[in-house]
């Protein structure tokens, strides 16, 4: 079992910064892909990021040149910066994990609580 726990959301204003943080443990005993996921009130879980072993990442279009993911191995802590966020960011966001890299997909066998971020314009 892998236990995931989101932190860093919050509210901000359109244009401005936050930083999600989450941390991983369990049953870690080899590489575990994480990703970051969102669902705004009546949509679908949309895959914001992922980064693969080889530290390549994956970006959804609606957020690729404002966001970064990040992973400190060391602390199994995987990390979003998001920047120039905007109204549409609105979602609980999802940290999300398995041995198998999914890329976008919604298929990660383990998911944190989520954490909430609202962008006002």
């Known amino acids: 079992q892998v236990q995931l726990v989101e932190s860093g959301g919050g509210s901000v204003q359109a244009v401005g910064s936050l930083s999600l943080s989450c941390a991983a443990s369990?049953?870690?005993?080899?590489?575990?892909?994480m990703a970051w996921f969102r669902q705004a009130p009546g949509k679908e879980r949309e895959g914001v990021a992922v980064i693969d072993s080889d530290v390549s990442t994956i970006y959804a279009n609606s957020v690729k040149g404002r966001v970064t993911i990040f992973q400190s191995k060391a602390k199994n802590t995987l990390y979003l910066q998001m920047s120039s966020l905007k109204p549409e960011d609105t979602a609980m966001y999802y940290c999300?994990?398995?041995?198998?890299?999914?890329?976008?997909?919604?298929?990660?066998?383990?998911w944190g609580q989520g954490t909430q971020v609202t962008v006002s314009s």
């Open positions: 369990g049953d870690i005993y080899s590489s575990l892909y």
């Open positions: 999300e994990a398995d041995w198998i890299m999914w890329g976008l997909l919604p298929k990660y066998n383990y």
